[in-house]
C-alpha cells in the first residue's frame, strides 16, 4: 500500500456581520458523485504546490479570486481499494469578498451559501463535517491563532 496525497479540500467562506458561511457545490449530472453537495476540491497538479491548487481550483470552479487562505489544522484521508492507496487530503480555508457572484463551473449545478449547522447536514462524510467544525470554531473563536495557519501569497 502507497501512501499519496493528490488532492485538497478547499472551504470557501465569507463574512456576513460576525458570522460566517460556508458555500457548497452540487455535484453535475454526469459528474463523479452526481448531486452530492461539497466543498472545492481537485487535483494536484506536477510541480504545484498544494495550496496553489487550492487558489487555482477555487477560482476554476466558483470563479472567486481568494483574499486570504488558510491550511486548516486537519488533514483528511480515504482509502482507495482500486489502487491500494490511501490519501491523504491537506485542507484549506479561502475568505472571499461576502458581495462576489459565484460563477460556478461545468462540474457542478448549483451552489449554496450555509451555516455551519446547514453544512453538517449536506456533507456526506464525517472528515468533511469535521473541517467545517474546526474552521468555523479557529474563525469564531481562535481567531488569534489564524495567523499560524495562514498562506501569504
Known amino acids: 500500500m502507497k501512501i499519496v496525497s493528490q488532492m485538497v479540500e478547499v472551504h470557501v467562506i465569507r463574512q456576513v456581520n460576525s458570522q460566517i458561511e460556508f458555500l457548497l ?13 461539497q466543498m472545492v476540491s481537485g487535483r494536484i497538479e506536477p510541480e504545484e504546490k498544494a495550496y496553489e491548487t487550492a487558489l487555482r481550483e477555487v477560482k ?4 472567486f479570486t481568494a483574499q486570504r487562505i488558510w491550511a486548516a489544522p486537519n488533514v483528511n484521508s480515504f482509502y482507495s481499494a482500486h ?10 480555508a479561502v475568505l472571499v469578498n461576502p458581495e462576489a457572484k459565484v460563477v460556478i463551473s461545468d462540474e ?3 451552489y449554496k451559501w450555509l451555516t455551519k449547522e446547514e453544512c ?5 462524510w464525517e472528515g468533511q463535517r469535521k473541517s467545517v467544525d ?7 473563536n481562535f481567531r488569534g491563532f489564524l495567523d499560524l495557519v495562514e498562506i501569504f501569497v
Open 60 to 63: 476554476e470552479e466558483t470563479g
Open 25 to 37: 457545490l452540487k455535484r453535475a449530472p454526469g459528474e463523479i458523485y452526481e448531486n452530492l453537495w
Open 134 to 140: 474546526i474552521i468555523y470554531d479557529y474563525f469564531l
Open 83 to 92: 489502487n491500494d492507496e490511501m490519501n491523504l487530503i491537506p485542507v484549506f
Open 120 to 124: 453538517s447536514i449536506m456533507l456526506a
Open 108 to 110: 457542478h449545478s448549483d
